[in-house]
C-alpha cells in the first residue's frame, strides 16, 4: 500500500508516486520492524566504542545512463534540458552547501561512493573541512563521471557501502584515512522499546537494473538497531515507476522505525527533487531514514 502522509490517503497502486488530490510524494508502507522484522542476534555487528561522531554515506550510480534527460516531459525550463547527473549533482552540491553550517561539523563525516562496472569511495571528507560552495560540488560530481563505464553494478556499491558502514559501527575507519572515530548514539521509540541508534546512514540510488553478475544485496542483515531490521539505508530510483531497476531500490530500502514507511523515493518529475535534496541533506547529517523523516523539519529525528 501507498500512504499520502499530508492528506492521509492510502492507495493500492501508486500512479506516478505522488498524490493526485494534494501532490505530495507517496511513501510505501511497511511492517513495523518490532513485530515482523526481526534480524538474530548473531548477524550483528559487533560495536565500538561511543563517541560524538556521524557518517553519512552517498551511493552514486555513474553509469553512463546518468548522462541522459532527467524529466524528458517536464514542461519546466529549469529542468527539461537537464541530465539525471546534472539534477543529481546540484541536490548534493546544495545539500552539502548547508551540511557545513551544522553545529559539531568537525565530528562529522560524508563518505561519497560512485559505482558503474565497479564501485570505489570518490572521497571521505570531514564536514568541517568540506568547502561551503554548492557550485564547488556540482561541479566535483559532474566531473567524476568521465572514469565511469555504461554498466551497473549495485551489487559491488552495495558491498562498499557495507564496508564503511560496518567499520562506522566498530569505531575503525583507518582503511579510509580517518585514525578516530566513534559514533554518537541516539535514543528512539520502537513500539514499546527505547533504543539506542547510532549516527550512521547510506542512501544509493539508481536509474536502472543491476546487470553484472548475480545479483546480491549486502544489507540484507544489516542493522543499526541488535535483533531489530533497522538497517539505515535509504534508496531511490531515477526513472518511472515498472521500469527496470526500480523494484531492486524498493526491496533493499530499510523500513523507517518511526514512521513504518520503506525508506525508498521516486524520482521521476522535477516535484521530487526537494525530497532528493533533503533525503541527502539527511543522510549526510546521519539521521531519519525515509523521505517523511527529511520532510519535517530536515529532520527532527535524531538531529545533531
Known sequence: MFKCTTCGKVYDDPGDGFCPDDGDLLQICAEPVSESTAVSSEET?????????????????????MTEPAFVASEDPAYSSKSKLEVMAHAFGSAIQELTTMSNAENAYVAVIGFSEKA???????VSEMKPDWKYWTDWVMQQIGSFCTQTNITEALKLARKLYDGALKGDLTPWGIQSFA????TISIGSDIVEVPNIRVFLYSDGEHNVGNFENAFDKATLVPNMNVSGLITAFFGNIGDPGDQTMQEIAGICPIHNFKG?????????????????????????????????????????
Open 120 to 126: 570505489r569511495v570518490l572521497g571521505l571528507f570531514r
Open 264 to 304: 525508498f523515493f521516486w524520482i521521476n518529475n522535477p516535484k521530487a527533487f526537494p525530497f532528493l535534496r533533503n533525503v541527502i541533506h539527511m543522510t549526510t547529517t546521519a539521521s531519519g531514514f525515509c523521505a517523511e523523516c527529511a520532510k519535517e523539519g530536515r529532520t527532527a529525528i535524531g538531529r545533531r
Open 45 to 65: 555487528i559487533p560495536r565500538g566504542p561511543q563517541g560524538a561522531n556521524g557518517l553519512g554515506i552517498v551511493v552514486m550510480d555513474l553509469s553512463g545512463s
Open 183 to 186: 559514533p554518537l548514539y541516539h
